[in-house]
């Protein structure tokens, strides 16, 4: 492979040590992401922590997006990880979703995040 060659790697959880403690991590994601830094143009989406997050591991760009359920506290910002409890005044509170438009010559991604809105 090209190590010019533009990847997208889809992951559950993030390759990076996010939250360890709250298994916000992949036990080989250094591993990954070693193998990953030979190649200029990658950029990780993952999942598993249900809310926006953005980090950089180099010149590698990761991305996580809210759930359609179960939104989840920043990590750290409270002792135990636990579901945000549901309030009938904010039902939607902390969830979304994501759109992903790719420009694949320019190796460009825009990303959109919309949050679940309640209707009247």
Do not use: C
């Not at 559950?12 to 250094?30: I, V």
């Not at 193998?35 to 999942?47: A, P």
């Not at 989840?72 to 990880?81: I, Q």
């Not at 420009?103 to 990303?111: D, G, N, P």
């Amino acid at each position: 492979m090209n190590n010019d060659a533009r990847i997208v790697v889809l992951t559950h959880r993030p390759l990076f040590d996010l939250a360890p403690d709250w298994d916000w991590a992949t036990r080989d994601g250094e591993a990954v992401i070693g193998t990953l830094l030979q190649h200029s143009n990658v950029t990780v989406l993952y999942g598993h922590i249900h809310q926006e997050h953005h980090h950089m591991t180099g010149h590698i760009a990761h991305h996580a997006a809210r759930s359609t359920m179960w939104a989840l506290p920043e990590p750290g910002s409270v002792p135990k990880k636990a579901q945000i409890p549901w309030n009938a005044s904010e039902p939607y509170r902390g969830l979304g979703f994501r759109n992903i438009e790719a420009e694949v010559a320019q190796a460009r991604y825009k990303i959109e995040e919309f949050p679940i809105a309640g209707r009247s």
